[in-house]
Antibody, heavy 119, light 107 residues
Framework: QAQLVQSGSELKKPGASVKVSCKAS????????INWVRQAPGQGLEWMGR????????TYAQGLTGQFVFSLDSPVSTAYLEISDLKVEDTAVYFC????????????WGQGTLVTVSS | DIQMTQSPSTLSASVGDRVTITCRAS??????LAWYQQKPGKAPKLLIY???TLESGVPSRFSGSGSGTEFTLTISSLQPDDFANYYC?????????FGPGTKVDIK
């Protein structure tokens, strides 16, 4: 069955960078878009953007700074979220989730990656 | 961007209760509304999409209705496994905004 497996928790200092991976299995990777969703501690869900796994074209939520970059390694069915110049307020759980545009929304989620930014 | 609101923010209920959560969109989204359940430390789980379509494997005690700007999620008979946070999400226009969530806890 479809599965998204994310990389493990990260502890980083302010100003550092981190790259979170999201590996897909059990389905045709190029058929579904990969979305990134952020959840700050004790808060709700925030859609950060998406990357079209067929074209490689990313779309970022308005207001999301250039700190955040989505990328793919399609031959290994993996999507990445890279966050640069980390700030304490970037501390959150980051989820990847697939959707089938025009059909089902986020029907398969990664387990989440906790990124903690602390000096 | 489309703004989503949910009510109530917290709901205290007992096992066996019928529970209803409301979600409103700031503009019409047709029937493109999804509901998710999230438990602490876990990823959200899709329950319903296109307002009323039950995701495969989701118990039939969950149902959704509505169109346009007003939607509801109903749990017909609350079970112990249902105590969780529930989020609505519009999937009609990017960005796919989420509601702020409703916590269903034990009365």
């Amino acid at each position: 069955q479809a599965q998204l497996v994310q990389s493990g928790s990260e502890l980083k200092k302010p100003g550092a960078s981190v790259k979170v991976s999201c590996k897909a299995s059990g389905y045709d990777f190029s058929r579904y878009v990969i979305n990134w969703v952020r959840q700050a501690p004790g808060q709700g869900l925030e859609w950060m953007g998406r990357i079209d796994t067929y074209t490689g074209n990313p779309t970022y939520a308005q207001g999301l700074t250039g700190q955040f970059v989505f990328s793919l390694d399609s031959p290994v069915s993996t999507a990445y979220l890279e966050i640069s110049d980390l700030k304490v307020e970037d501390t959150a759980v980051y989820f990847c989730a697939r959707d089938d545009p025009g059909a089902t929304p986020f029907d398969c989620w990664g387990q989440g990656t906790l990124v903690t930014v602390s000096s | 961007d489309i703004q989503m609101t949910q009510s109530p923010s917290t709901l205290s209920a007992s096992v066996g209760d019928r529970v209803t959560i409301t979600c409103r969109a700031s503009q019409t989204i047709s029937d493109r509304l999804a509901w998710y359940q999230q438990k602490p430390g876990k990823a959200p789980k899709l329950l319903i999409y296109k307002a009323s379509t039950l995701e495969s494997g989701v118990p039939s005690r969950f149902s959704g209705s509505g169109s346009g700007t007003e939607f509801t999620l109903t749990i017909s008979s609350l079970q112990p496994d249902d105590f969780a946070n529930y989020y609505c999400q519009q999937h009609n226009y990017y960005p796919f905004t989420f509601g702020p969530g409703t916590k269903v806890d034990i009365k």
